[in-house]
């Protein structure tokens, strides 16, 4: 099956400077990718996605990067603010099979220092 | 502003009971799903449907049950509640074709004590 997974549990940023989460996933076929962000207390919520014919998808402050050939994806978010600390997810979708669902990594918490 | 409603934000409930997690959804949606989320295990799907009156177990089925009896409402149902079923539950939708995100609730936080 596929596994999605993130590098690091924590990432702690000062507000002003650029984030950069990392995310690895272990099915080559997929071919959807989102990322998700969840604020203490609520449901994730939607950011950016991309498809596996793109490497890059930009956003308002934010662009992922999707690396095939080492089956890993990132979120950056430019300028990061504190509004911005929760936890990001993200999540990736197979061709075969689960193709009404998507697999979920572990999150990494974003913990922005004013 | 569409979006997936969970009736409780909050719930405790005592070992043995019998409990009901309600989600509506009023996007119109095919597929809608319950995941639970404990720390260090990300979310963990409990069971997912794709149409009204359909079923499919996800990854951790085991002490649950699901009721789609119309479109735009999913239930869980935790037939006797255990403390190892206190969690965060979440529920989703999502529209047919691939491509597409997962619109969330806001969670239902479930003690059994």
């Known amino acids: 099956g596929e596994s999605v997974g993130l590098h690091l549990p924590t990432l702690s940023v000062q507000e002003g400077d650029n984030s950069i989460i990392n995310c690895a996933y272990s099915n080559s076929a997929s071919d959807y990718f989102i990322w998700y962000k969840q604020e203490s207390g609520k449901g994730p919520q939607f950011i950016i996605d991309?498809?596996?014919?793109?490497d890059k998808r930009q956003g308002q402050r934010v662009t992922v990067l999707l690396n095939k050939t080492v089956k890993h994806l990132s979120l950056q978010i430019a300028a990061t603010q504190p509004g911005d600390s929760a936890v990001y997810f993200c999540?990736?979708?197979?061709?075969?099979?689960?193709?009404?669902?998507?697999?979920f990594g572990t999150g990494t918490q974003l913990k922005v220092e004013l | 502003d569409v979006k997936v409603t969970q009736s409780s934000r909050y719930l405790v409930k005592r070992t043995g009971e019998k409990v009901f997690l309600e989600c509506v959804q009023d996007?119109?949606?095919?597929?809608m799903f319950w995941y639970r989320q404990d720390p260090g295990l990300g979310l963990r799907l409990i069971y997912f449907?794709?149409?009204?009156?359909?079923?499919e177990k996800g990854d951790i089925p085991e002490g649950y049950s699901v009721s789609r009896e119309k479109k735009e409402r999913f239930s869980l149902i935790l037939e006797s509640a255990s403390t190892n079923q206190t969690s965060m539950y979440l529920c989703?939708?999502?529209?047919?074709?691939?491509?597409?995100?997962?619109?969330f609730g806001s969670g239902t936080r479930l003690t059994v004590v």
């Open positions: 999540a990736g979708e197979g061709v075969t099979g689960g193709g009404n669902k998507l697999t």
């Open positions: 996007m119109d949606h095919e597929n």
């Open positions: 989703a939708s999502r529209g047919t074709g691939k491509l597409n995100g997962y619109t």
């Open positions: 449907s794709y149409d009204v009156k359909m079923k």
């Open positions: 991309i498809r596996s014919n793109m």
